[in-house]
Antibody, heavy 122, light 112 residues
Framework: QITLKESGPTLVKPTQTLTLTCTFS??????????VGWIRQPPGKALEWLAL???????RYSPSLKSRLTITKDTSKNQVVLTMTNMDPVDTATYYC??????????????WGQGTLVTVSS | QSVLTQPPSVSGAPGQRVTISCTGS?????????VHWYQQLPGTAPKLLIY???NRPSGVPDRFSGSKSGTSASLAITGLQAEDEADYYC????????????FGGGTKLTVL
């Protein structure tokens, strides 16, 4: 059974850097084709994909947020870390991490973590 | 504004059939990239409903089905049940600068 759980601060101040950790079990991020993605959802709004890291350390970022995002993995700890710099109140959202299985076509996310709400406010 | 366009809301009575559309363009769905669908029940994380346009993960009832044609995709739900009331999102890949993995704006399904 695959599970993921997000952790990190619930409140950050504007201009600060957000660091979120996704701790997972039930799969290995050293298995060929596997990835872990981050997706966020502002309150009452739609899902927005942020970043994806693959088993081979290939990294993909949302073009609109690329300059602010960094995704890394620690395979030995079964963790993926997302950092987002220069936080703004519009970045207030629930942040999800999700498993991306090996695929020969496009990526999908299954399952997802429970999400963590991050509020940006002074 | 999402790269993939979904109707904000749809509704149906119990037992009825509803469809949710997901309209893209030549840089995503129209380019042949697969479409995936998620169900988000109130207050919970999204759950994969359909992957690869029309494939159901284990445990998803066959009341849910997906299809794709041209630059659009659709999710159909038959035999509507009260428990189906949720938000539904489509997702695909986009080869333009709009994004790589892209989601639709979501559709709220109300069971009357």
């Amino acid at each position: 059974q695959i599970t993921l759980k997000e952790s990190g601060p619930t409140l950050v101040k504007p201009t600060q850097t957000l660091t979120l950790t996704c701790t997972f079990s039930g799969f290995s991020l050293s298995t060929s084709g596997v990835g872990v993605g981050w997706i966020r959802q502002p309150p009452g709004k739609a899902l927005e994909w942020l970043a994806l890291i693959y088993w081979n350390d290939d990294k993909r970022y949302s073009p609109s947020l690329k300059s602010r995002l960094t995704i890394t993995k620690d395979t030995s700890k079964n963790q993926v870390v997302l950092t987002m710099t220069n936080m703004d109140p519009v970045d207030t959202a629930t942040y999800y991490c999700a498993h991306s299985p090996p695929t020969v076509t496009t990526n999908w996310f299954d399952p997802w973590g429970q999400g963590t709400l991050v509020t940006v406010s002074s | 504004q999402s790269v993939l366009t979904q109707p904000p809301s749809v509704s149906g009575a119990p037992g009825q059939r509803v469809t949710i559309s997901c309209t893209g363009s030549s840089s995503n769905i129209g380019a042949g990239y697969d479409v995936h669908w998620y169900q988000q029940l109130p207050g919970t994380a999204p759950k994969l409903l359909i992957y690869g346009n029309s494939n159901r993960p284990s445990g998803v009832p066959d009341r849910f089905s997906g299809s794709k044609s041209g630059t659009s995709a659709s999710l159909a739900i038959t035999g509507l049940q009260a428990e189906d009331e949720a938000d539904y999102y489509c997702q695909s890949y986009d080869s333009s600068l709009s994004g790589l993995e892209v989601f639709g704006g979501g559709t709220k399904l109300t069971v009357l």
